[in-house]
């Protein structure tokens, strides 16, 4: 099993200072963002480094197709400290200029036995049950923006893969390692796509008058056209 959390990344909710509580959600356009995954769970084990700053310039690049994103930084996983909060995202605020962050985090369950239990995948929206068999691999992604100044999410977004494999006890390990990996990267492909479509509709909000958010536009700057996804 590999597994980030935003969750216990964020600590629990009594951490949120009542002032931040209370603060007006103004959005300033253009965004200076940063991506970076959560901490993982199992002291450092998880994906490859390179795999992950892979998927973080996939998604940099969705989001820098617009002027709406004035700077996106790729923030490597050693800036996060596991249990870090929003102390520690008010630092990388802080020190590489950002005003919003995606969080990353995933979890991968592989099966090698029959008649395996349930998993349970705990997501910022709710619990997420899958069964297992023998040589299954099933990944999770999810991704979540957050404002950094008044501790509130933005919009989420999630990816999605199982695969089903078979292998001889001789090379199990070895076709587990292939499957993870390419479970990994098949999940991600489905967490950028349903991006796509997030970022469009949180582009479609803040321009609306419906109070959830506030528009603040730097000076020089004018809304770009939202043009219909398909």
Wanted: proline share 4%; glycine share 6%.
């Amino acid at each position: 099993n590999y597994k980030t959390s935003i969750l216990r990344f964020l600590g629990p909710e009594e951490n949120t200072t009542k002032s931040q509580e209370a603060m007006d959600l103004t959005i300033t356009v253009p965004l200076k963002a940063g991506i970076a995954f959560s901490p993982s769970l199992y002291n450092g084990e998880g994906f490859p480094e390179k795999e992950r700053m892979n998927l973080m310039q996939k998604i940099a690049s969705r989001f820098k197709e617009y002027k709406f994103v004035e700077s996106f930084e790729l923030i490597p996983s050693l800036y996060l400290e596991e249990g870090g909060g929003f102390s520690n995202l008010d630092k990388l605020r802080q020190l590489f200029d950002i005003d919003v962050i995606m969080l990353l985090s995933y979890d991968q369950s592989q099966f090698k036995d029959t008649g395996a239990l349930s998993i349970t995948y705990w997501t910022l929206i709710g619990i997420y049950f899958v069964k297992g068999e023998k040589n299954d691999t099933y990944t999770l992604m999810d991704a979540a923006l957050f404002h950094i100044p008044s501790q509130k999410m933005l919009f989420r977004a999630s990816g999605i893969n199982h695969i089903k494999n078979s292998a001889t006890p001789i090379n199990l390990s070895e076709q587990a390692r292939e499957d993870s990996l390419i479970g990994f990267r098949q999940a991600s492909l489905d967490l950028t796509k349903n991006l796509q479509e997030k970022l469009y509709n949180f582009r479609k909000v803040i321009r609306s008058s419906s109070g959830k958010f506030k528009l603040k536009l730097k000076p020089g700057y004018e809304l770009e056209p939202l043009i219909s996804i398909e």
